[in-house]
């Protein structure tokens, strides 16, 4: 007798059950629907209350406030700007003024806490002991104090700008700030800058050449120094061939300060100096517990194969650390740029003083603005932290 | 700072709805059983507080004197400090119920903020404070000069209107709160520190050395200050209006804080509509018949309230100039009450 076989029972309700409702089903499924439109009417009610509030009070809402004439003007901008031009302008100046001491800040934090935790796991006692110093002294104090501490005590003790400190009458130091002679370009800057980069690429090349050579027949040639030559003499005929690339403004005192140079802001610098010892304290932490977390045995091994302690920490420890260090890492990057909005407090023009500060108070559009600016803080939080995913991701596949 | 203004943000967003348009400003204040007043965060003669906490100031006076017509007691208010650029959020979204923080009357503030002013308490003009040691007689002297300047004001706009005006370069720093911009402007981060001319002698007390800074003759603006209360509440609007008219109206009628019992007794219909002795004007307002007997015994006339808080018998020693009453040479007026 045959035996009919079974049909095998249709696996696509039960899967759909689960996916939706969870290990609840269909109830659970059911009560998932009630909770998300629960959430939507609460969000269309405080849309609506406050519209219709914003009407009848009077208050001008929507984003036409965008093309109105700033009238205002701002101390440091990346792009040109004077008060004639909108609120657009005035965003965009903020915004990258934020941008500014965001990667400014988290290179030099990068920089700094690095240093600070492969200091603090030295076997030399007084620089361990440094390096513990500065993460407990930087951590546990306010970051608004160190601020202020940098742009109050340190930076307005410097002398004014008639008395300023200057380096061969180029390079002048004061209380504005420091400034700096301003490169302009000449005919001869294409051709400079198009030299630098195929010298750049070529040392590249040559540098991955010897790399490969090492890896396949073992031996190694020295390349650093063609590298290095290459990329001083192809600029260099570039120079001979087509003029100078630049000629340099030199600033000179005229009235009250400098005119002509460019010009680096106290404020910018208090603010970054700030915001990278700061995080710093913090990164250096995260290395070191990701160094420690790396079993010391990889170490040792390293160790009795010849290699050298920076050899051992670039090659074996660190590269299995980051995979620790990474995520939190991220974290602290976020906080960087997130805390930068302490710039108010020192005048930086930063894109909650200018956009959220003074915007915000000459057009009253709070809601619109702050909407705009936190949208902004989230789009950067999420960038960075998926450059921070992609590099993780990279990192371990390059592991295996 | 920063997290009060994003809190009063989301409050205007979604605690609006709990404030209806057509807002009983007079009756919440009176349920509550205090007046809630937005101030500034310590500026010397309008409004900061002493070595003992009281807040005292010509613009404190403003609320005081709502306080005593409302409650017959000075007393009754919180205060509420804000910075420059917190203040009209704050108005808005119901957490104060009137902003009385020396701030500028302008068409656009009167328009789009959502809020309505009610008088002005002091006419001021904007100037220019400079250390005496740089040797600068007159604003137009200022070219290429940093200025420090606090956030969120009216200043800011004029400072940029008036160097370009005049082809001057110039440099500013603005910052959050105004002591942190005339710290800066101390230390020597700037050369100029620039707001209302009232405000510049008030800062200057708080200078290390106030003889070492002067102020510039230009005064490069119309600064009308006064207070603010939102839109849609005529009633409210209305009482906070007719208090400051009240206080000037006792100057002109010379009722002072010391005679104001013996004026009551008067017999001239004038007097007798301004204590309600006659009529009923405070009730159609929303308040007492005694009203006007109430603010001035709290913090007297306006002409008092001027004299102990910035003018010759204070600390600023500013002259009452366009500020007297419009009968001695000033421009200070208050329609008639009857």
Redo the contacts between chains.
């Keep these: 007798m045959a035996i009919e076989p079974r049909k095998p029972p249709s696996q696509l309700l039960p899967k759909l059950q689960r996916a939706l409702g969870g290990s609840a089903g269909w109830s659970g499924f059911v009560i998932q629907l009630v909770f998300v439109a629960a959430l939507a009417w609460i969000a269309y009610e405080i849309v609506a209350n406050a519209r219709a509030n914003l009407q009848a009070q009077r208050i001008t809402a929507g984003f036409g406030f965008m093309v109105n004439t700033a009238g205002f003007d701002v101390s440091q901008n990346l792009i040109s700007y004077s008060g004639s031009d909108n609120y657009i302008r005035v965003f965009l100046v903020g915004l990258l003024n934020t941008l500014l001491v965001s990667v400014i800040g988290i290179f030099f934090a990068t920089v700094i806490g690095f240093l600070v935790a492969l200091g603090r796991l030295s076997p030399n006692w007084l620089l361990s002991r440094i390096a513990g110093g500065y993460v407990e002294l930087i951590r546990n104090l306010p970051l608004l104090f160190q601020i202020l501490f940098w742009y109050l005590a340190v930076l307005a003790a410097l002398p004014n700008p008639r008395q300023s400190i200057s380096v061969l009458d180029t390079f002048f130091l004061s209380n504005r700030g420091l400034v700096i002679p301003k490169p302009i370009g000449e005919p001869g800057f294409e051709p400079f800058v198009i030299a630098l980069l195929i010298a750049i690429v070529a040392a590249i090349a040559l540098w991955r050449y010897s790399r490969r050579l090492l890896f396949q027949s073992g031996k190694v040639i020295k390349v650093w120094p063609y590298a290095l030559g290459l990329v001083i003499v192809l600029p260099l005929l570039a120079t001979q061939i087509f003029g100078a690339p630049v000629k340099f403004e030199i600033p000179v005192l005229k009235g009250f300060n400098f005119s002509g140079g460019s010009r680096v802001i106290p404020e910018f610098v208090a603010l970054t100096l700030a915001l990278s010892t700061y995080t710093a304290a913090f990164i250096a932490e995260i290395v070191r517990a990701g160094i420690l977390s790396v079993h010391k045995g990889q170490m040792e091994a390293g160790s009795s194969l010849g290699l050298q302690r920076g050899s051992v920490l670039r090659l074996i420890v660190i590269p299995q650390a980051l995979r620790v260090i990474l995520p939190p890492l991220t974290n602290q990057y976020l906080n960087l740029t997130k805390n930068s909005t302490l710039a108010v407090a020192i005048g930086y023009p930063d894109l909650v003083s200018v956009f959220a500060g003074t915007t915000l108070s000459q057009t009253g559009q709070a809601i619109e603005i702050i909407g705009i600016t936190m949208g902004v803080y989230l789009v950067i939080s999420l960038v960075t932290s998926a450059i921070m995913s992609f590099y993780g991701w990279r990192i371990g596949r390059s592991m295996g | ?2 997290r009060v ?2 809190v ?2 989301l409050a ?3 605690g ?2 709990a ?1 209806a ?2 807002a009983q400003t007079l009756k919440t204040v009176k349920d509550r059983g205090m007046l809630s007043c937005g101030v500034s965060q310590g500026l010397p003669g309008f409004s900061s507080p002493d070595d003992k906490g009281n807040w005292t100031g010509l613009d404190v006076d403003i609320c005081r004197a709502i306080a005593a017509a409302v409650f017959n007691d000075p007393s009754k208010i919180k205060f509420v400090p804000l910075s ?6 704050a108005l ?1 979204s119901g957490e104060i119920d009137v902003l009385s923080r020396n701030t500028t009357w302008t068409l ?2 009167d ?4 809020a309505n002013f009610t008088g002005v308490t002091y006419y001021d003009g904007q100037g220019f404070m400079v250390k005496k040691a ?1 040797k600068v007689n007159s604003a137009l002297e ?5 200025v ?1 300047v606090q ?3 009216t200043t ?2 004029n ?3 008036y160097f ?1 005006g005049n082809n001057m ?8 709160t105004n002591d ?2 005339v ?2 402007y101390e ?3 700037c ?1 100029v520190f620039t707001t209302d001319v009232s405000g510049l002698y008030a800062d200057r007390l708080k200078l290390a050395n106030p003889a070492d800074h002067v102020v510039l003759p230009e005064v490069i603006s119309k600064e009308p200050l006064g207070p603010m209360v ?3 509440d005529d009633q409210w609007f209305d009482v906070v209006k007719w208090t400051l008219y009240a206080m000037i109206t006792a100057e002109e009628l010379g009722i002072t804080q010391k005679n104001v019992d013996e004026m009551a007794k008067s017999d001239k219909p004038e007097m007798k509509r301004v204590f309600g002795t006659d009529g009923n004007l405070g009730e159609q307002l929303g308040l007492t018949k005694d009203w006007v007997s109430r603010i001035v015994k709290s913090v007297g006339n306006y002409g008092e309230s001027f004299e102990r808080n910035v003018g010759a018998g204070s600390k600023l020693g500013i002259a009452r100039g366009i500020n007297a009453l419009w009968s001695k040479g000033g421009i200070q007026y208050a329609p008639p009450i009857r």
């Design positions: 700072m920063k203004s994003l009063l943000t205007v967003a979604a609006l709805s404030q348009a057509s420059a650029k917190d203040r009209f959020t808005q656009s503030r328009t789009s903020l959502g740089l200022l070219n290429s000069a940093s420090c956030q969120g004001t800011e706009q400072l940029a209107d370009k370069k110039y440099e500013v720093i603005a910052f959050g942190e911009a710290k800066a230390s020597g981060r050369d939102r839109h849609g």
